[in-house]
């Protein structure tokens, strides 16, 4: 949100509050408290009738400084994240008269400067990091005229507000704040952290996360579940703003330096994601939306893909495996599935796993919205009345998440599905909360406006491990908040069925990544529309690299002969491709549950002291050795960049030099896939399915690089039991050591 007219002035409407000096400063415990009166204090008398903010500075984790300000705390601490890492105690502070106090975290150190002008700066590892001097925290009242600019849709309008600004150094880029479909890098940008159902074509996002690193090894994150506005140097061009409503504000600055680093401490703070099952990276198929199915064509489709050797690990069904207008009563269509146990057994014996389609509302119609109504868990206006509206459901009520018995009655109806044979959900929606609501546990219905969606996802996650076991959870799920990653797969949303479309996709899958999720989908030939046969085959090649994979559309089925004969050879090719990359990708995956590093990687994630790389957005690493380039453009021709090394090209085996940027034509069957020097590529021996003994058969495809000892890790994705490798390379000479001496092999590649 915008306050300011220019450098000078306000908008009309607008009163500010600036923290002007530290006037005093208290130290105790690993905590720093400031008073920081909106004026310079120079006599006894100034101190009166004059707002005053507090400022405390403490620490939950090594190298991660929390901020915290308050106007008024009358109004006790509201709702924010799940902070399952934070911890107290972790600062030392030092305090004198003359250098005011510094909180030290790990490397990060923050020092308040006694007195005036106002300064607040973080540094690490002997350099400055970012700062908030003059002018740079404010408390604004807004008159009911006020010319700052709007809200997102459907967001509550406040007279008051904190902002936070933050420094940005020369040549200091942005990254992250959620999955946002423009360009990846924030600065210039005006950023409304507000869940919306707005497609993948506007400045909307159906996951809007209140984190954002740079490329000068900080991040920042906004404990505030609710609408969070970013001004990148877009107000203050010097500077990154973010404000919130209410008398509070509380933010963590957060040192790497690198970019997985900042996400390894950031994931600590707010959640890691789950470990997948190994069946999960296979290729999905969907009926599409608005298609018509039954079991005999959704049989067919399977059967279809198993006769042109097309490997199919999960069916996904969409929303008519229930009956129009019932959505969601949980049960299966009686005219179209009149034995859905039967089915869906039959549909195991094809060996896929089954997906169906949910989300959070209940539709008047359904049976079961009168038993909710009944029982108080459908979320309700302030009257008491069930809050209700005819926008996607008619009469739709919202299950009401913060109530443990709706929730729990919710999950019931998850485990008979689960009981009769379904394997996964896909979680959609959870976007469109209203604002004039009362929640069952008080919760304020601005702040559950992104964090609803945390609590249907985490309440349909809950049963599926409990059902299925840790491991082998999986959700598809659209919209997500901060700590949303713990809760994988999430998948872009609704597209166009276009190369611009499937580049903006690309730019949201990026975006997400820097903002701390590891496992990312999109629908393969686009959503909207039906792709003509060349874009389709271009996205089938996208959507096999990535970490997940699935064929949905709209109105028209997304089976590969469909289009054409040569959409089931670029199907094949590239399903195969992946199959046998699953003990490369399978351990990617282990490292994100472990670390937070996601699968899918921003170039400038995986080399972020590359400065060609610093905007680049249309390729990316999956995992740490594998470059891709999708092709973009119906004519083959794609631009990729290669940085310093000997890349080899993993189709061709053709050796490239990099620092350098490439123009290449290519077919539909091929694309630039690119291994990075010094790689040792684990390479299964099956590309039938994904769930294989991957250290029976397996080939370590051993790259060029230099003389020195690696170490790689395999790990068995039934067991969980991990095999390590070292791998020796002296004198254009290589040896391989493991425990495990038999089963695999090596190859120079």
Known sequence: MKFTDGLWQLRPGVTALYAAEAHDIWTEDGTVTVTAPTTVIHRRGDTLNRPVLSLTLSSPLPDVIRVRVDHHVGGGEERGFDLLGAEDGHGVVKADDTNGATLTSGSLSATIAPGAPWNLSFHADGRPLTSSGHKSIGYFRLAEDAHVDSAPVGAARSSV???????????????????????LVKNGQTVEIWNADGGTSSEQAYKNVPFYLTNRGYGVFVNHPGHVSYEIGSEAVQRAQFSVAGESLEYFVIYGPTPKRILERYTALTGRPAR?????????????????????????????????????????????????????????????????EGMLARLRAKDVRVCVWINPY????????????????????????????????????????????????????????????????????????PLDVA???????????????????????????????????VLFARSATAGGQRLPVHWGGDTGSTYESMAESLRGGLSLAFSGFSFWSHDIGGFEGTPDPGVFKRWVAFGLMSSHSRLH?????????????????????????????????????????????????PMAMEFPEDRNVAHLDTQYMLGPDLLVAPVFSPDGRVEVYLPDGTWTNHLTGERVEGGRWRTETHGFT?????????????????????????????????YPGPDGETTLTVTDQASGESTPFTITRSGGQVSISSSRTSGWTYELA
């Open 670 to 702: 091929s694309m630039p896939i690119y291994v990075r020097e010094g790689a040792v590529l684990p390479v299964g021996a099956r590309d039938d399915r994904p769930d294989y003994d991957y250290l029976d058969g397996l080939t370590l495809r051993v």
């Open 439 to 473: 929640y069952f546990d008080g919760s304020t219905p601005e702040r559950m406006h992104n964090l609803y969606t945390h609590l249907y996802n985490t309440a349909v996650f809950e049963v599926l491990e409990e059902q299925r076991g840790r491991g082998e959870a």
């Open 276 to 340: 997948l099952p190994a069946w999960s990276y296979g290729l999905w198929l969907s009926t599409s939306f608005t298609t018509d199915y039954d079991e005999p064509t959704v049989s067919s489709f399977i059967d279809g893909m198993a006769e042109r050797d097309l490997p199919l690990s999960v069916f996904h069904f969409d929303c008519f495996w229930m009956r129009e207008f019932n959505w969601c009563d949980f049960a299966w269509d009686p005219r179209v599935f009149p034995d859905p």
């Open 553 to 601: 559309g709209s109105s028209s089925y997304r089976v590969p002969w469909a289009f054409d004969e040569e959409a089931v050879e670029v199907t094949r090719l590239f399903t195969k491709l992946k199959l046998r990359l699953m003990p490369y990708l399978f351990q990617v995956g282990v490292q994100a549950h472990e670390s937070g590093t996601p699968v899918m990687r």
């Open 161 to 183: 507000h904190l902002a936070q600004q933050l420094s940005l150094g020369v040549g200091e880029v942005v990254y992250g704040l959620g999955e946002r479909f423009g360009p």
């Open 362 to 433: 209940i539709a008047q119609r359904s049976p079961l919205f009168a038993e909710a109504a009944e029982r108080g868990f459908l979320l309700k206006r302030p009257d008491g009345s069930v809050w209700q509206w005819d926008l996607w459901q008619p009469g739709m009520g919202l299950v009401d998440f913060t109530d443990p018995e709706a929730t729990r009655w919710f999950q019931s109806k998850l485990r008979a599905l689960q009981n009769q044979g379904v394997d996964a959900f896909k979680t959609d929606f959870g976007e469109r909360i």
